[in-house]
């Protein structure tokens, strides 16, 4: 039992999804030609001056409401300053003191199953920088401020987090939060949202905090989990061998699985934060806050509470289907149109098809729900199929794959491939003594006690079926025509 | 002669055509090229595009269009952007700077008729109260070379008392306006601070800058103010509210107007310079006016409060410049730092370089909390002591500086010197109050400038009483010899 | 209260500005004399006065619609641009 703890606290900026920046009229859409998205305000001309996208605001307010934050009645922009090239007015504007959001809290669901509420110091509106290129330039760096004035949403949590699964826990739960709200695409690889992770380890029990090493833009949920083990061991190996952990920023390299610490940015920077003079106080009306509130979709929380109380879904399903919208409106529609079809709304079985045999498509074929080559409704048809033991579970599947690939319905593609089950007791009988017969000594040895030879005989009647058997009526059939006996027989 | 006329008396003759813009143009244009060289007042001069804006306001006119600057020449501080001309803020900074868009300010005008001769000399990034900080040299006052124009604004006040143009714009930071409108013998306003839009106006002090004319009159100013004025959402600073019909408004009775005298702007003040400023309040009593005494206990803190609180702005609006982008860059920089460091380092002058540093240290951690924000504290002590003032007076009435124009030269090496001179004009700014400056006489040959303080967006009275004053005297009438 | 020239030269760094050794000296002197007057505000009693960012009391930060309204201009406003090359505005390498 190690007595090492960690400590971890994430900062994520998530960018939002307003059409133009934050203080600019430029679009915000990605993967635009080099400084085609940059106007004069961008690229920091002399003269230009900030005014406030009013959808930023709101979409912060928005964040704010659904972690049951404090919105702040007043708050001021302030300048961030320091030299970046990336950072065209030499000064960010970012908030310091009186951000839009205050303290809120989130709480996740952990894999052993308990719940734990992490905390949220703040959260602020800021601009985004641009990016700086290196490819096929020699001894330069080229400069594409098209990103540069993106809003972003800074997300800090308290540091409550002390193990890279919680930490993952809260950004997978943070992540599905503002897709909800619509208020960032999550989009990890386009950069629309980003982690730093604050890390330190300390003596268990002890009162303070370590020092905490910042490692930046992790931009996968395993990057976070790798960044921050190999963090936690380089940290104890440090102080285990008699060192100091320094407060530095590191960045985390992904093939060689590891953290660095970066050069450049960082001396000791002072940011000589001051409010900014180019914009007012921002006053936060009650009105404004009441008209974003009326936007509040069913949270992730709500969702998956209502999930596994009216169809009767244990915390983890209903966690899994609520992990985004499209995922719980398709579900539901899968329900619907199951309680449309047999007046039952087959909960279970419709959470197992849409976790496991959907997802393992949409995630082969790199699609998202709302991409899916099979609709609710398509599915529910299958499942109907299952229910009404038309056909089995395993032909399902099957059927499944052909309706993902042919786009035809499940009773179509039963048809036309013939799959309907085998349910006549009596023809599954005839295929029973076929096999039977045709398998003397595994019938001695299973009679003289060898009960796993059960399986061989199953294998046997499905494979003579093409699958078809009923596996239920299989079974007890089977099972007693093995052991010597008859049947009792209902068809005459 | 042309260069005597008020600008509404130039638009009358437009109008009436017995006057064209393109002659008026042609006239001031050789009046630049004459006179300009022995006072460095404009650095650059557009005669291409002002005669064809002349040719633009001329047809407009033929097509019976009237407006009060339709056609009218005008010269503007080389600190608002100018699409497709350079635009230097006095700098090597921006030396190749050619603008890709005009100020709002200089939208306005445009959109308003007014044909552009040039843009004028100033002190480097609006740093500095004698027009010395200039990368193209200083300029010179009309009515003594050897003397400073004041500054920021100097080379728009020496072109507008020199009369190379009918009026000019300028940016009041400090003064900047105010205090070589007083130098020059010119009338010189700087309006409510969010009255005229800053978009375009290269930022200086952002909590402190304003845009404002100098002209020949309060009544010239009245009509520029009316058309630069006016709220712009590009700049979240400008304030939505009707600009009154300045022009209009200039017959204020001044009987029962209250005046307050600030005991504070008269202790110290030089016996010659003081006498002249009474004689001046002494007309507005004889129009009716009453003057009574006034303190504002906070107001000698203007300048520290100021040099912690401009230079702080002004420390990071001057990030920007750091040869990426625009403007100057150093010659075969090794590395980032070094792109950066000798760029800025080699761009701005001495004085730039000084406010920056300035401005970085009372923002550093240690000591933002005992300058910056003591600083923002004393700011509105000060703002304070305006308001209760207000309470009892309509106006506050001085001296607009110390002493008359100095030589060039003199106080150039002792920043805080040159300090000093804005102890009268910068407790306006950090209040974001209007303020003017009118000529009120002369000592040793020298213009002074008698300084009117108002409330927040009191233009109008501000404007109204200069206006009354100088119908009941001719002190804007002189003109500096070898000028006329 | 006197700067240093190890303060100067700090405070110039954070400004990335470069000063010559000839003229670190001149600096060195003025910005001291520039601290000397604004020492000056430390005899003003500022108990419970909040500090004013803004002149004009009782204004609020304006909202703009998130409506698109620029366009591309690049290669007007790259006129301007010391070096750029395709597109992208050049500086010296920067190690992340």
Redesign the interface.
């Known amino acids: 039992m190690s007595n090492w703890e960690v400590v971890i606290g994430l900062e994520i900026h998530a960018q939002l999804a307003t059409r133009s920046k934050i203080f600019s009229g430029s679009p915000t859409a990605y993967g635009a030609p080099p400084n085609t998205q940059a106007d004069l305000v961008d690229l920091a001309y002399p003269g230009v001056l900030p005014v406030l996208n009013g959808e930023a605001l709101r979409m912060a307010v928005k964040f704010g409401l659904a972690i049951n934050a404090r919105i702040a009645p007043r708050s001021i922009f302030a300048r961030k300053n320091y030299f970046y090239p990336d950072l065209p007015k030499g000064y960010q504007i970012s908030q310091y003191e009186q951000p839009v959001v205050g303290k809120g809290a989130i709480t996740v669901l952990l894999d052993d199953g308990t719940v734990k509420s992490i905390g949220v110091t703040r959260a602020h509106l800021e601009e985004d920088a641009g990016k700086s290129l290196h490819e096929g330039l020699a001894n330069a760096s080229g400069i594409d401020l098209n990103r540069a004035g993106t809003p972003l949403l800074e997300i800090v949590s308290e540091p409550d987090m002390r193990s890279a699964k919680e930490a993952v826990a809260y950004m997978k739960k943070i992540h599905t939060l503002v897709r909800y709200l619509e208020i960032c695409d999550g989009n990890m690889q386009e950069g629309s949202f980003r982690c730093d992770a604050n890390v330190s380890v300390r003596q268990r029990g002890a009162a303070k905090f370590g020092t905490r090493a910042e490692i930046k833009n992790l931009n996968s949920f395993r990057f976070v989990e790798k960044a921050i083990h190999y963090e936690v061991a380089r940290q104890i190996e440090v102080i285990e061998s008699g060192g100091q952990v320094v407060q530095e920023t590191r960045l985390y390299d992904s093939d060689k699985n590891e953290t660095r610490s970066m050069r450049s940015k960082e001396e000791a920077n002072d940011y000589r934060y001051f409010p900014d003079p180019d914009l007012l106080p921002l006053e936060i009306e009650e009105s404004l806050i009441a008209s974003v509130r009326a936007t509040l979709p069913e949270l992730p929380d709500e969702k998956a509470s209502r999930f596994a109380r009216d169809f009767a879904l244990s915390a983890y399903d209903a966690g899994v289907l609520s992990a985004s919208r499209e995922m719980g409106s398709y579900f539901e529609a899968v329900v619907a149109a199951l309680v449309t079809a047999l007046g039952q709304p087959h909960a279970k079985l419709a959470a197992n098809w849409v976790m496991g045999e959907l997802s393992g498509l949409l995630n082969r074929d790199n699609l998202e729900i709302s991409q899916s080559r099979i609709s609710a409704e398509a599915l529910a048809g299958l499942l109907k199929r299952i229910v009404d033991a038309t056909i089995s579970g395993k032909i399902a599947k099957e059927v499944f794959e052909s309706m993902w690939s042919d786009g035809k319905s499940a009773d179509v593609i039963i048809e036309e491939r013939g799959l309907e089950q085998i349910t006549d007791a009596g023809a599954i009988e005839r295929v029973i003594d076929e096999v039977m017969a045709a398998n003397p000594k595994q019938l001695a040895d299973y009679r003289s006690g060898k009960d796993k030879l059960f399986g061989f005989f199953v294998g046997q009647v499905m494979k003579a079926t093409g699958g078809k058997a009923n596996p239920a009526q299989l079974n007890d059939l089977l099972k007693t025509k093995l052991a010597g006996g008859q049947p009792v027989s209902f068809n005459a | 002669m042309l260069h005597d006329l008020s600008i509404g008396e130039l638009a009358d003759r437009l109008a009436a055509r017995e006057l064209s813009s393109v002659e008026l143009t042609r006239h001031f244009l050789a009046r630049i090229e004459r006179l300009n060289p022995g006072l460095n007042a404009v650095i650059t001069v557009t005669a291409e595009e002002a005669l064809a804006a002349a040719a633009r306001a001329d047809a407009r006119l033929a097509a019976g269009e009237r407006g009060a600057l339709l056609g009218i020449p005008i010269i503007h501080k080389d600190i608002?952007?100018t699409d497709g001309v350079r635009?230097s803020?006095g700098s090597r900074m921006?030396d190749?700077?050619?603008?890709?868009?005009d100020?709002t300010v200089v939208a306005k005008l445009k959109a308003a008729g007014v044909v552009m001769l040039g843009k004028a000399n100033m002190d480097e990034f609006a740093m500095g109260s004698s027009n010395e900080t200039s990368f193209y040299g200083p300029v010179r006052n009309p009515w003594d070379r050897t003397k400073v124009p004041g500054g920021s604004s100097g080379g728009s006040a020496a072109a507008s008392a020199a009369r190379l143009a009918p009026f000019s714009t300028g940016t009041d930071t400090g003064g900047s306006i105010r205090q070589p409108a007083a130098l020059t013998g010119i009338t010189g306003i700087k309006p409510t601070?969010?009255r005229v839009s800053?978009?375009?106006?290269?930022?200086f002090?952002?909590?402190?800058d304003q845009a404002g004319v100098l002209a020949q009159s309060a009544a010239d100013a009245a009509t520029a103010l009316k058309v630069i004025a006016g709220f712009d959402?590009?700049?979240?600073?400008s304030?939505d509210a009707q600009v009154p019909d300045y022009p209009a408004l200039l017959n204020v009775p001044l009987k029962g107007l209250k005046i307050g005298l600030l005991r504070e702007f008269f202790e110290g003040l030089e016996p010659r310079n003081a006498k002249l400023i009474r004689d001046a309040l002494a007309v507005f009593t004889s129009l009716g006016a009453e003057t009574l005494e006034v303190s504002l206990p906070?107001l000698p803190?203007s300048?520290?409060?100021y040099?912690?609180v401009a230079p702080?702005?002004c420390?990071?609006n001057?990030?920007?410049?750091?040869?990426?982008?625009?403007?100057y860059?150093c010659e075969g920089?090794?590395?980032?730092?070094?792109?950066?460091?000798?760029s800025?380092?080699?761009g701005?002058g001495?004085e730039v370089?000084?406010r920056?540093?300035?401005g970085?240290?009372?923002?550093?951690?240690g000591y933002?909390d005992?300058?910056?924000?003591?600083?923002?504290?004393?700011?509105?002590?000060i703002?304070d002591d305006f308001r209760a003032a207000f309470d009892k007076v309509d106006l506050l009435a001085g001296p607009t500086t110390p002493t008359p124009a100095f030589a060039i030269g003199a106080k150039i090496d002792?920043?805080?010197t040159m300090?000093l001179n804005d102890i009268y004009t910068i407790g306006a700014?950090?209040?974001?109050?209007p303020g003017v400056s009118a000529p009120c006489g002369f000592v040793d040959g020298l213009p002074l400038g008698l300084q009117l303080i108002g409330p927040?967006f009191a233009e109008a009275k501000l404007l109204g009483a200069v206006h009354q004053f100088q119908l009941a005297t001719d002190w804007h009438t002189h003109r500096p010899r070898g000028y006329e | 209260m006197s700067l240093t020239r190890q303060d100067v030269e700090k405070i110039a760094h954070l400004a990335r500005l470069s000063i010559t050794d000839r003229e670190m000296p001149v600096y060195v002197s003025s910005l001291s004399s520039i601290v000397e007057v604004v020492n000056e505000l430390s005899r003003v009693d500022t108990a419970n006065v909040e500090p004013m960012a803004h002149p004009l009391v009782g204004q609020r930060q304006r909202l703009r619609p998130d409506v698109v309204t620029e366009s591309d201009h690049h290669e007007k406003y790259q006129r301007n641009a010391p070096q750029v090359q395709a597109g992208l505005y050049l500086v010296p390498r920067v190690i992340e």
């Open positions: 608002f952007c635009t803020c921006l190749n700077f050619i603008a890709p868009y100020a601070y969010g800053r978009y375009g106006m290269i930022a002090a952002s909590s402190l959402p590009k700049d979240s600073t304030v906070h803190m300048v520290p409060t040099y912690v702080a702005e420390s990071s001057l990030s920007r410049f750091d040869g990426v982008r625009y403007g860059r920089p090794k590395d980032l730092t070094d792109l950066y460091e000798r800025r380092g080699e701005f001495a370089k000084r920056i540093m300035t970085t240290y009372v923002l550093s951690a933002f005992a300058y910056y924000l003591k600083a923002q504290r004393v700011r509105r002590l703002t002792d920043p805080v300090y700014n950090l209040a974001g109050l927040h």
